[in-house]
């Protein structure tokens, strides 16, 4: 079985500023994806960044992009230039892709703040 | 277009009960998952339905069922409601049969059991 660990309860940031959100993962797996999550106060979980595990190549989404490291089974998220709107639960989720199941493996998130 | 809805927003029952969430998934999706997320915690895995036919069950007791209609959308049951069943249940809608899609979310069903 596959888990994903996020070991920042949660964090805090002045606007403008960078931070990384951290996230580790356990599977034997060789081919899977690697997603992050938003969830802010309306509860609605948005997709933020997907990456495949076949891909060597960072994703990138605008302010958004990721450090994925298989071997070390590593993806961190690190959000450029901050803003407010950026206030939100992250969760870093795991997914075995299988025909008509693509069940997600989530952590246990990451509270990030945005201070004004 | 009409993203993934979900009925009721809100919902308190007491311990026995029986409660039945709803899912309408976005138009063309064919797959519907349910996740339940407890205060705290990240969402957890309930069912996922493509094509009317389960295809993936976590791990919660027989008390959850689901269902797929025709038109794709879901109702989740859960029985004999107990005090721990409290949390927020939420559907996720993909096109399905293609593994790499991406999964929306509803804003979810809050249930508060007491």
């Known amino acids: 079985a596959q888990t994903v660990t996020q070991s920042q309860p949660e964090m805090s940031v002045q606007e403008a500023e960078t931070v990384t959100l951290s996230c580790t993962y356990d599977?034997?797996?060789?081919?899977?994806?690697l997603f992050w999550y938003k969830q802010p106060p309306s509860r609605q979980m948005i997709l933020v960044i997907r990456?495949?595990?076949?891909?060597?190549q960072n994703a990138t989404e605008n302010r958004f992009s990721v450090n994925f490291q298989k071997a070390a089974k590593s993806f961190s998220l690190k959000i450029s230039d901050s803003q407010l709107g950026d206030t939100a639960m992250y969760f870093c989720?795991?997914?075995?892709?299988?025909?008509?199941?693509?069940?997600?493996?989530f952590g246990t998130g990451t509270r990030l703040t945005i201070i004004p | 277009d009409a993203g993934v809805t979900q009925s009721p927003t809100h919902l308190i029952k007491t311990r026995g009960q029986h409660v039945t969430l709803r899912c309408s998934p976005i138009?063309?999706?064919?797959?519907v998952s349910w996740y339940q997320q407890v205060l705290g915690q990240g969402p957890q895995f309930i069912f996922q339905?493509?094509?009317?036919?389960?295809?993936g069950r976590g791990n919660f007791p027989d008390r959850f069922s689901a269902r797929q209609f025709p038109n794709y959308s879901s109702e989740l049951n859960v029985n004999a409601l107990l005090l721990g069943d409290s949390a927020l249940y939420l559907c996720?809608?993909?096109?399905?049969?293609?593994?790499?899609?991406?999964?929306?979310f509803g804003q979810g069903t809050r249930l508060t059991v007491v």
């Open positions: 989720a795991f997914m075995k892709p299988r025909f008509g199941n693509e069940k997600l493996t």
């Open positions: 990456q495949e595990a076949y891909k060597q």
């Open positions: 996720a809608s993909s096109q399905g049969g293609v593994a790499n899609t991406e999964a929306f």
């Open positions: 138009s063309g999706h064919k797959s």
């Open positions: 599977t034997s797996e060789n081919n899977y994806y």
């Open positions: 339905y493509y094509e009317k036919e389960e295809r």
